[in-house]
């Protein structure tokens, strides 16, 4: 890092907004409504500045406080909307999406990497498979997930290590692959096929598989997938039924990804 660089780090950074910021990432699914004692521990923030950041959230109707515990409001969607709608790839994959499920009568999403999750940029549903309802700006664990598998198989051995040892894997069906070893191995997998299949390791009832959506520089910047319920089809069945649907997909945006 040069002096300029430093100096900039050292002038520009606003503390407080990262503190902001880090107390609303700190809620998810799992974690809808916190205390001020345990958005603090899942911060690392002492009580005082947890305090301050969820009634500023509060004052700022990006948060409700109900006297003992702190839930955010649907205005936080505002944020990811925002920088969803200015992202020229869902604009893009999107009416690709929604052609593509309208023929197989599936659902079908794109998904993007951020750290050790997916973030879902686009997403054309024909039935909710989940418990949760997916939609633009709903994230999962990668590790676990179709998309976040294709994904993670881009990114450099160490670099899915440190990911893994940062947010070390749960289980959250009989059929995840949690251990280090056979995620590592899934991993080397979807590099030799070029393609994912999540058998109900999320959630069980859901099966789907996944492919990579490269630029026009051979960039891996993407993941699109599609999903069905257990029920309709065995996971052996899928690579038969959809990879190429999804790789014609894949051939056809990536010359407008640039």
């Not at 790839?89 to 050790?116: F, G, H, K, M």
Request: proline fraction near 4%; hydrophobic fraction near 45%.
């Amino acid at each position: 890092m040069n002096y300029e660089m430093a100096r900039r780090k050292q002038t520009d950074f606003l503390g407080g907004l990262a503190k902001g910021l880090s107390v609303i990432e700190v809620f998810s699914n799992d974690k809808q409504r916190m205390s001020i004692a345990e958005v603090s521990a899942a911060t690392g923030l002492d009580r005082a500045a947890a305090r301050r950041c969820l009634l500023t959230l509060t004052d700022l109707g990006y948060a409700h406080y109900d006297g003992k515990y702190f839930s955010l409001t649907p205005r936080v969607l505002r944020l990811g909307t925002a920088c969803l709608a200015t992202m020229p790839l869902a604009r893009i994959v999107q009416p690709v999406l929604d052609e593509l499920s309208n023929e197989i009568r599936q659902s079908t999403s794109v998904s993007i990497l951020d750290d050790w999750e997916i973030v879902y940029v686009a997403r054309a549903a024909q039935q909710r498979l989940m418990s949760i309802n997916l939609m633009p700006g709903s994230r999962m664990p990668a590790y676990c997930a179709s998309m976040g598998r294709v994904l993670l198989a881009g990114q450099p051995e160490d670099q899915i290590l440190e990911i893994l040892r940062r947010h070390p894997p749960v289980r959250r069906t009989e059929f995840t692959l949690y251990k280090q070893r056979d995620i590592l191995t899934a991993l080397a997998a979807v590099r030799r096929n070029g393609y994912a299949i999540n058998d109900q390791e999320i959630e069980i009832g859901l099966r789907s598989i996944a492919v990579p959506l490269y630029d026009s520089r051979n960039r891996l910047v993407a993941a699109i997938n599609v999903g069905v319920a257990a029920v309709q089809h065995s996971a052996s069945e899928l690579a038969k039924l959809y990879l190429q649907k999804l790789i014609d997909v894949q051939q056809a945006i990536r010359p407008l990804l640039s």
